[in-house]
């Protein structure tokens, strides 16, 4: 089974390019999708983070915003929060490649966002980096509710820059040119596995 590492900066249509994946029969497992429900209040993490972080409870459940803002604020923060979930997500991904495996899968897909951030490259076999020039990438995240300049340039500053991205994938999906040219990408990708 070849296990495809799918990343790309915010912004950069990673969630698109997950979801022609899918739509080509290939599962993808969602790192940030496992992680918010981890966070919903009957999630693994719930009890944890709500312990660590009592503040960033609102009627019962986890302030996703407001624990964004204290991690972006707080390197401590971003730490602690990092120790709780990371481990979990990286068991529920451990869960899907065994189902997957045990299925027969040919390909499948690790949808992680920092995924060379935090050496996950080293658990696929191939990495897809999907990219967009800059412009397209700041018009995208710009228009996101409670977006601003300073919190763009923030999020940026935690990530790998795109141009290193692309240099150490195996394969690049271009997201700016419109889908088509995007989904054609995915299916050139799809039939060499």
């Given at each position: 089974m070849i296990i495809m590492g799918l990343t790309g900066s915010i912004g950069m249509g990673k969630s698109t390019a997950a979801g022609m994946?899918?739509?080509?029969?290939?599962?993808?497992?969602?790192?940030?999708?496992?992680?918010?429900?981890?966070?919903?209040?009957?999630?693994?993490?719930?009890?944890?983070?709500?312990?660590?972080?009592?503040?960033?409870?609102?009627?019962?459940?986890?302030?996703?915003?407001?624990?964004?803002?204290?991690?972006?604020a707080d390197s401590g923060v971003l730490r602690t929060l990092e120790k709780i979930l990371h481990p979990l997500i990286r068991a529920a991904e451990?869960?899907?490649?065994?189902?997957?495996?045990?299925?027969?899968?040919?390909?499948?897909?690790?949808?992680?966002?920092?995924?060379?951030?935090?050496?996950?490259?080293?658990?696929?076999?191939?990495?897809?980096?999907?990219?967009?020039?800059?412009?397209?990438?700041?018009?995208r995240v710009m228009r996101r509710e409670g977006m601003t300049p300073s919190k763009f340039s923030a999020i940026l500053s935690k990530q790998m820059?795109?141009?290193?991205?692309?240099q150490r994938a195996d394969f690049i999906i271009p997201t700016g040119l419109g889908r088509a040219v995007t989904f054609d990408h995915i299916c050139a990708i799809c039939a060499q596995f």
């Open positions: 994946f899918r739509y080509l029969g290939v599962p993808v497992h969602d790192a940030d999708a496992t992680s918010h429900d981890l966070m919903a209040p009957k999630g693994a993490a719930f009890d944890m983070i709500a312990q660590t972080f009592p503040d960033i409870i609102t009627n019962g459940r986890i302030d996703r915003k407001l624990l964004s803002k204290k991690a972006f451990i869960r899907f490649l065994h189902q997957q495996r045990s299925l027969g899968r040919h390909l499948v897909v690790l949808d992680i966002p920092l995924l060379f951030e935090t050496g996950g490259q080293n658990r696929c076999d191939i990495v897809a980096v999907v990219s967009a020039p800059a412009f397209i990438q700041r018009q820059p795109d141009h290193d991205k692309r």
